[in-house]
């Protein structure tokens, strides 16, 4: 990985400023061109297989790139860049003025090209032209998802808040303080909106528990480490990561706990300190979470399950979906005749629940017997009555279940069978089924 400071160079016949950081006035640099600070603020520890890449128009380059083009004879930027010993080397890129679509897209490919698999990105924005800010968020971005490109910062000198040009030609330049402001928010703000929204869509946290790592590590390094919901914050990622794979895998004893572990982090969270645009989403997920119970004391939960189901079902995670269902429903049916369906340390655990399968096929069919069910109905016999009771009071439930059940079993041999299913309605039948239940 190496690192990249992006810069555009204007035109203006820029002024001898102050430019200073607002959250550490003393760290501050005087300069005609603002890359000469964010340079020094930022690309100081740089080694030579990092790169500082000014990207001009032809006329820039002649005005404010070379030395002595302009009417006060000064040094351009290429030798007050060289100036500062930095050892990183430095590039020059010729790029149109971006006044039409073409030479957009010349822009933006001239960006792209010049970025490398995982590099790490400080953009100045202070003196680029018209759209080109925008433009380079665009391509940054864009270069995040197909080289894995990470943007470190965006930086803005704001002349502007000295007042007018003819204002600030009068003052001396001793006065001439210009806050550098850093705009690296807006970005991380887009990087949250295209993960929240994969989340939200597919149900998968990936990217979304990676931002919050990351944002939290940044915090936490600041605060020493010593913010206890930053902690939380750190943790509510890993939470959501936690729960999209167990959903994923369809783990249905982690469910319930998953989901504790994610309300408790998200209350935390609220009361931290982050920027604002966030605080909406943490609403939004904390919303999806209430759907789920809320019995902290509690490892598992069949109504857990029905709301995992439909998670999964809103996620288009089909195969999921009809897994969780099915087993979910095998431990309904158990607590409904005062069974304990996931005490696993006793054997008797895993037989009862299959004869809750075998119990209901039998049961649609017609048949009430247990002559020709093999070693289950007898072995459990007081199980297989209770299941019958219950099954005779909730008929249709259980000729849904079974059907469901059928549609589960078909997806998860891959449809490798005489008789495979269409897939064409699955996610219909399942819809109705969590309904009625």
Known sequence: MANNYISFLGTNPYLECIYYEPDNQLNAHKCRFVQEATLLFN?????????????TTQEAYQKNWLNNNNEANLPGLKDCIDSLSLEASVSQID?????????????????????NPDDAVIFDITHAFRTIPLLAIVVLNYARIMKNVHLKGIYYGAFETLGSIQDVKAMPPDRRRVPVLDFTSLNQLLEWTTAIEHYLKSGNADELGQLTEFQARNMLSKSKGKDRFLHSFRKLGESLQTLSLDIATVRGLEITPDVQRIKYNIDECMNLNFIEPFTPVLSRIQHQMEKFEDNPSKDYNV???IQAARFCL?????????TITVETMISYFLEQIGENPIDFNNKRTM???????????????GNDSSDQWGELPGKYPDVFQNLLACFKKQKDLIKKYTDINRIRNDINHAGINNNPIKSKGFEKKLSEFLTII
């Open 95 to 115: 790029i149109p003025q971006g006044i039409n679509e073409s030479e957009i897209w010349t822009i933006f490919k001239k960006m792209f090209d010049e970025l």
């Open 43 to 55: 690309c100081k520890t740089w080694s030579q297989s990092d790169r500082v890449i000014i990207f």
């Open 351 to 365: 037989d009862i629940r299959r004869l809750v399968n075998q119990t209901a096929r039998q049961f649609v069919e």
């Open 314 to 322: 809103s996620h288009h995670m089909i195969q999921q979906a009809f």
């Open 303 to 305: 109504k857990d399950g």
